[in-house]
């Protein structure tokens, strides 16, 4: 198994009483309004330390991902952020859940700066591809749902032709035409880096990620018991086009809180985990599903995205920390409870790549420099051995020594 | 009460045309409701008219749209509709989201439409008048608290006979039907139709719903106004779904405009 440390970077001073007073955190919440960025200089700088952190506590991979117009979502730009971390880090692997390849014409750009973070980072690069919630892609960024995952396809074709073929050469395509392709830098790895695909419930997506060997990562906020239907419908889809059931073909996020025992876990995740779900996650519910977003048959299997299950669950309610241990939406306790719960989601899902949210909602700084030491100490060793007889085909394959920037040579000489 | 023929495109794709009355001919372009087996509308027109209502591309089936990328080939898509019925010269009535392609078809092929009426049409915006968006400000089940003036269908486009009553098919109809529609107007209702306006020759009149909370006045007065000797026509106690809102009332009007068209030809 592998571990990686994922941040959403949501920003953490959302007012008070926040679902009556806005109806989204998402697409229209004033950002002039609620964005302080004298504070947004320091929430950036202490989001980029708890990655760096989790590097030096011994994660595999630390996560960054792509939203827009979005109050717990900070990163329009996963690029930037990972560019910063391709410079402060050197072991852990820099796993980019962007980029929304629809959103970015030509998407050749896509292809260039993914190649540069390759470069820079000494080939540890996870690229990831997701199609992009319908909020950032429909609402925010005005792509037509009727066609943004055809465009989408065909965005990620062009860019994986641009880094397998090494010349340059013409592409005619539906939505993206060019005379010369010949995207500058390659990438370190080849022929490309791994790539991931970001996925709700959407069964062309699953087909699509089997047949072209991609990995499938869902990234549900609900916990891997309420994950079961999509995993089991990616694994069913994997028997019927007859791949091998390895767990590193797939990931999944859970939320984790690691403490002595039940009552401490409360003490330190239950504020920051309620403000998540009743502040972050209130979703205006005209925005999550746009007109052609869900193909006829991804409604038909009636499989919805973490986003829509969202809505659903806090269309009503406000949600509580009981609520969210009962229902596993966060693995919170003991090490040891901890470690039951992720085999137990092992056997379930089987999952080989785990993304960690270690951080969520307004968690203090010295609570998630805690809880991500003690996942790596206490945890993670317990569960490493897990799926080790599988090969990781879906992991960066660096090559070479990664330089570290000359300051950091300096100060350790 | 309606007929239904099939209609081949040149490229092979069909086309679902219902048919409806007896009289002289209208063809009708509904709006984001489709066409139901009750159709109050037709029927109202049915009761002095031959109508002639293709179904928009994508509303029976999705995979229609693939091929139809812009309003251009959606106008190309109704010519050959018009072609394949072997129709010329016609009284095109189109409503609310019909009326925008009506008004494309008119302006691309002025010779196809003798007459044209345009019923709440979308297909412009105004930064003074901004709409409101049909896809975002509630969910997208729930769009008739924005069409319709009571806030919800009148009964008569709410029969439960002529709806999935799978609610899983009923999902897949009401995405349908709302992504052929999205696919034209997103994210905003402008195409550049306001520069083709005034290519069009055909008589005109335009009609809308008093209290429409959806497409303000303005937007049908911008349409007449681009229209080389529009009519406008404002129909008291109704909202965007004036035809269905009040039949009656519509007609009566479109009746009346169109005797005295003919009388003065």
Same mark, same amino acid.
């Given at each position: 198994?592998?571990?990686?440390?994922?941040?959403? +970077?949501?920003?953490?001073?959302?007012?008070?009483?926040?679902? !009556?007073?806005?109806?989204?955190?998402?697409?229209?919440?004033?950002?002039?309004?609620?964005?302080?960025?004298?504070?947004?200089?320091?929430?950036?700088?202490?989001?980029?330390?708890?990655?760096?952190?989790?590097?030096?506590?011994?994660?595999?991979?630390?996560?960054?991902?792509?939203?827009?117009?979005?109050?717990? #979502?900070?990163?329009?730009?996963?690029?930037? +952020?990972?560019?910063?971390?391709?410079?402060?880090?050197?072991?852990?692997?820099?796993?980019?859940?962007?980029?929304?390849?629809?959103?970015?014409?030509?998407?050749?750009?896509?292809?260039?700066?993914? /190649? +540069?973070?390759?470069?820079?980072?000494?080939?540890?690069?996870?690229? #990831?591809?997701?199609?992009?919630?319908?909020?950032?892609?429909?609402?925010?960024? *005005?792509?037509?749902?009727?066609?943004?995952?055809?465009?989408?396809?065909?965005?990620?074709?062009?860019?994986?032709?641009?880094?397998?073929?090494?010349?340059?050469?013409?592409?005619?395509?539906?939505?993206?035409?060019?005379?010369?392709?010949?995207?500058?830098?390659?990438?370190?790895?080849?022929?490309?880096?791994?790539?991931?695909?970001?996925? *709700?419930?959407?069964?062309?997506?699953?087909?699509?990620?089997? !047949?072209?060997?991609?990995?499938?990562?869902?990234?549900?906020?609900?916990?891997?018991?309420?994950?079961?239907?999509?995993?089991?419908?990616?694994? !069913?889809?994997?028997?019927?086009?007859?791949?091998?059931?390895?767990?590193?073909?797939?990931?999944?996020?859970?939320?984790?809180?690691? /403490?002595?025992?039940?009552?401490?876990?409360?003490?330190?995740?239950?504020?920051?985990?309620?403000?998540?779900?009743?502040?972050?996650?209130?979703?205006?519910?005209?925005?999550?599903?746009?007109? #052609?977003?869900?193909?006829?048959?991804?409604?038909?299997?009636?499989?919805?995205?973490?986003?829509?299950?969202?809505?659903?669950?806090?269309?009503?309610?406000?949600?509580?920390?009981?609520?969210?241990?009962?229902?596993?939406?966060?693995?919170?306790?003991?090490?040891?409870?901890?470690?039951?719960?992720?085999?137990?989601?092992?056997?379930?899902?089987?999952? *080989?790549?785990?993304?960690?949210?270690?951080?969520?909602?307004?968690?203090?700084?010295?609570?998630?420099?805690?809880?991500?030491?003690?996942?790596?100490?206490?945890?993670?060793?317990?569960?490493?051995?897990?799926?080790?007889?599988?090969?990781?085909?879906?992991?960066?394959?660096?090559?070479?020594?990664?330089?570290?920037? /000359?300051?950091?040579?300096?100060? /350790?000489? | 009460?309606?007929?239904?023929?099939?209609?081949?495109?040149?490229?092979?794709?069909?086309?679902?045309?219902?048919?409806?009355?007896?009289?002289?001919?209208?063809?009708?372009?509904?709006?984001?409701?489709?066409?139901?087996?009750?159709?109050?509308?037709?029927?109202?027109?049915?009761?002095?008219?031959?109508?002639?209502?293709?179904?928009?591309?994508?509303?029976?089936?999705?995979?229609?749209?693939?091929?139809?990328?812009?309003?251009?080939?959606?106008?190309?898509?109704?010519?050959?509709?018009?072609?394949?019925?072997?129709?010329?010269?016609?009284?095109?009535?189109?409503?609310?989201?019909?009326?925008?392609?009506?008004?494309?078809?008119?302006?691309?092929?002025?010779?196809?439409?003798?007459?044209? %009426?345009?019923?709440?049409?979308?297909?412009?915006?105004?930064?003074?008048?901004?709409?409101?968006?049909?896809?975002?400000?509630?969910?997208?089940?729930?769009?008739?608290?924005?069409?319709?003036?009571?806030?919800?269908?009148?009964?008569?486009?709410?029969?439960?006979?002529?709806?999935?009553?799978?609610?899983?098919?009923?999902?897949?109809?009401?995405?349908?039907?709302?992504?052929?529609?999205?696919?034209?107007?997103?994210?905003?209702?402008?195409?550049?139709?306001?520069?083709?306006?005034?290519?069009?020759?055909?008589?005109?009149?335009?009609?809308?719903?008093?209290?429409?909370?959806?497409?303000?006045?303005?937007?049908?007065?911008?349409?007449?106004?681009?229209?080389?000797?529009?009519?406008?026509?404002?129909?008291?106690?109704?909202?965007?779904?004036?035809?269905?809102?009040?039949?009656?009332? %519509?007609?009566?009007?479109?009746?009346?405009?169109?005797?005295?068209?003919?009388?003065?030809?």
């Amino acid at each position: 198994m592998k571990f990686h440390w994922f941040h959403l +970077m949501p920003y953490p001073y959302l007012p008070d009483r926040f679902r !009556e007073r806005y109806p989204s955190v998402w697409v229209d919440l004033p950002a002039g309004e609620i964005y302080d960025p004298v504070k947004g200089h320091q929430v950036y700088n202490d989001y980029l330390d708890q990655l760096e952190f989790a590097e030096r506590a011994g994660f595999d991979g630390i996560c960054v991902n792509e939203h827009h117009q979005n109050g717990y #979502g900070l990163m329009p730009s996963p690029n930037l +952020m990972a560019a910063a971390l391709a410079r402060r880090t050197s072991k852990a692997k820099l796993i980019v859940l962007g980029n929304s390849v629809a959103l970015y014409d030509p998407p050749t750009r896509v292809a260039e700066e993914m /190649a +540069m973070l390759d470069v820079l980072s000494g080939g540890r690069l996870v690229s #990831g591809f997701p199609v992009g919630t319908g909020m950032d892609t429909a609402f925010c960024y *005005g792509a037509n749902p009727a066609t943004l995952r055809d465009k989408y396809r065909e965005g990620v074709e062009l860019i994986l032709r641009a880094w397998k073929t090494r010349k340059p050469f013409a592409f005619n395509g539906k939505y993206t035409q060019l005379r010369y392709v010949n995207p500058w830098p390659v990438p370190l790895q080849t022929p490309h880096p791994p790539i991931w695909i970001p996925g *709700g419930g959407s069964i062309e997506t699953w087909e699509w990620c089997v !047949e072209n060997d991609f990995l499938y990562a869902y990234l549900s906020y609900w916990g891997y018991e309420s994950g079961r239907p999509v995993m089991d419908g990616f694994w !069913e889809t994997v028997d019927r086009l007859g791949g091998e059931r390895n767990p590193y073909r797939a990931g999944f996020l859970q939320f984790v809180g690691v /403490a002595d025992n039940d009552a401490d876990a409360e003490r330190l995740y239950a504020e920051p985990a309620e403000y998540f779900y009743n502040r972050c996650f209130h979703i205006g519910p005209g925005y999550y599903s746009p007109p #052609g977003y869900s193909s006829v048959a991804t409604i038909r299997r009636g499989v919805n995205s973490a986003v829509v299950q969202a809505s659903k669950h806090l269309r009503t309610a406000s949600v509580t920390w009981k609520h969210l241990i009962d229902d596993g939406v966060v693995v919170a306790g003991s090490p040891q409870t901890i470690i039951d719960r992720l085999n137990d989601m092992a056997d379930k899902i089987n999952v *080989g790549h785990v993304m960690l949210l270690c951080q969520f909602g307004n968690m203090p700084m010295e609570t998630v420099l805690y809880n991500t030491a003690r996942f790596a100490r206490d945890v993670m060793p317990k569960l490493r051995n897990r799926f080790e007889e599988h090969e990781d085909r879906w992991w960066p394959k660096t090559t070479v020594e990664v330089q570290k920037p /000359a300051s950091v040579r300096l100060a /350790a000489e | 009460m309606f007929t239904t023929e099939t209609i081949r495109h040149p490229d092979g794709r069909t086309s679902k045309v219902f048919r409806a009355g007896q009289g002289p001919l209208v063809v009708w372009l509904h709006g984001p409701k489709g066409i139901r087996g009750r159709d109050p509308v037709i029927a109202e027109l049915a009761k002095r008219h031959t109508v002639v209502a293709p179904l928009a591309p994508g509303f029976a089936d999705i995979a229609e749209l693939d091929e139809i990328r812009n309003v251009h080939e959606l106008a190309l898509h109704y010519d050959d509709v018009l072609q394949a019925l072997g129709l010329d010269a016609v009284t095109l009535v189109g409503h609310s989201f019909g009326a925008m392609a009506a008004a494309e078809v008119a302006a691309h092929f002025p010779r196809r439409v003798a007459r044209l %009426v345009l019923i709440s049409p979308i297909g412009l915006w105004q930064d003074q008048h901004p709409l409101p968006d049909m896809f975002g400000q509630v969910p997208y089940m729930t769009i008739d608290t924005l069409l319709w003036k009571a806030g919800k269908a009148i009964p008569s486009m709410a029969d439960p006979a002529d709806e999935p009553n799978d609610p899983v098919e009923r999902q897949v109809a009401i995405a349908q039907a709302l992504t052929s529609v999205a696919k034209f107007v997103w994210p905003l209702p402008d195409r550049g139709l306001r520069r083709r306006l005034p290519r069009i020759t055909a008589q005109t009149l335009v009609i809308a719903g008093a209290e429409d909370r959806f497409v303000p006045a303005s937007y049908a007065e911008e349409f007449a106004s681009l229209i080389r000797g529009a009519g406008m026509a404002i129909i008291p106690d109704a909202a965007h779904m004036v035809p269905y809102e009040q039949p009656t009332e %519509v007609f009566r009007k479109l009746d009346g405009w169109i005797t005295a068209k003919d009388r003065a030809a």
